[in-house]
């Protein structure tokens, strides 16, 4: 059975997750990154605590990560239950997909996934999609009843976005779930400097990145 992070990685691109696979440490997120994800539990905290909020990992000044914090809240229907959740680190395992929900809310049942990088201007970035689809099926699968939207954080910016299943993110979660279990060895290179440059794995997989100056 395919992780949600498999699916994910398949979406964004497929070499990666065959170098990934073979890597025994893929599954240690380094420190900053359990640190950044924290905060997505912290959030009453961070509104009103000055120095909680200035010692924290974000990537916004303190005025400007609580008025987007702020907005976020105001547009949130069931803030209270996703600022302090019930059901928090949740194993799902579905039908094709299986992982962990960073939060699961409940009427209607929706999980929650927590980014660490920056969001886009609007929505999520494709692959973010993919993980949150199948998040959102493997908890249908255990609930046994329908789960229509699910939830994206970027805890670091204060961004807190609602994502409906809609039919494009479902078709996108079906064509990297079929990527990611096909591959059997290495396949095709990218070729996209915006993805490789910062890949764990630029070098296994022997992409070659061009710089400014040969851009130019």
């Known amino acids: 059975m395919e992780t949600f992070r498999d ?31 924290e905060l997505a539990f912290r959030y009453d905290e961070l509104m009103t605590d000055d120095a909680a909020l200035a010692a924290a990992p974000t990537a916004l000044t303190p005025t400007q990560y609580r008025s987007r914090l702020g907005r976020s809240r105001a547009q949130f229907d069931d803030w209270d239950a996703l600022a302090d959740p019930d059901r928090r680190e949740v194993h799902l395992a579905g039908r094709e997909c299986r992982g962990v929900a960073h939060k699961v809310l409940d009427d209607p049942p929706r999980p929650s996934l927590v980014f660490t990088g920056d969001p886009p201007t609007n929505g999520v970035w494709e692959p973010q999609t993919v993980r949150l689809v199948a998040a959102a099926k493997a908890l249908a699968w255990e609930r046994e009843r329908p789960v229509e939207t699910a939830i994206a954080e970027y805890p670091a910016h204060g961004v807190v976005r609602e994502v409906p299943l809609t039919t494009r993110r479902k078709a996108a979660y079906r064509s990297a779930l079929r990527t990611a279990r096909a591959i059997d060895g290495p396949p095709a290179r990218v070729g996209n400097d915006a993805k490789c440059s910062p890949c764990d794995y630029r070098e296994e997989c022997g992409v070659q990145t061009r710089s400014l100056r040969s851009l130019l």
């Not at 691109?13 to 893929?26: G, I």
């Open 7 to 37: 699916v994910e990685t398949a979406a964004y691109c497929p070499r990666k997750l065959y170098y990934r696979r073979r890597d025994p440490e893929a599954d240690d997120p380094p420190s900053e990154v359990a640190d950044v994800r």
